[in-house]
């Protein structure tokens, strides 16, 4: 399977740990979204949206890419999230709606705390300090070890 994760993590790098150990096991090539071209997305079998979550949306860098592709009606897609208060139903709606547009089939969503010190947060030294741990990966790995097998 040719697997690609496009990824968005500027606060503390949480959500990058969480896209290597899952491109790890997919085998897949890792980007940021303004590292690619988006006919270049149409060579990939499954691809793995993901970012922290800033006021209640992943990083507007992945809908821009999003916005300027073209219809990609049937190709998989799952979306992750790393976030201060982890609701992916509601943090993942405006990128499942975006995504849903395009025709891609989302097959997944997987989301974990990260550490966060947005604000005045960063006085208290934060939420979630050590987030993503070892078994935050490691339900990021048993998730897609479980799409892999599906797809
Ligand atoms: C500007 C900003 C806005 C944020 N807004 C939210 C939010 O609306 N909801 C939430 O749960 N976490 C929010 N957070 C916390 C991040 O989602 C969390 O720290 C995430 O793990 C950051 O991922 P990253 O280190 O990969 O960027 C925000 C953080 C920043 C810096």
Redesign the pocket.
Known sequence: MNALIIY?????????KVAKAIAEILNAKLVNPWEIKSEELLKYDLIGFG??????KHHRALFKLIGNLPEMRGKKAFIFS?????IPFI?HRKLRSALGKKGFEIVGEFSCR???T?GWLEKIGGINKGHPNEKDLENARRFVEKLKSMI
């Open positions: 968005v993590s500027i606060h503390h790098g949480n959500t990058g970012s922290g979550i800033y006021y209640w790393t976030a201060g208060i982890n943090n990260g550490w966060d947005n």
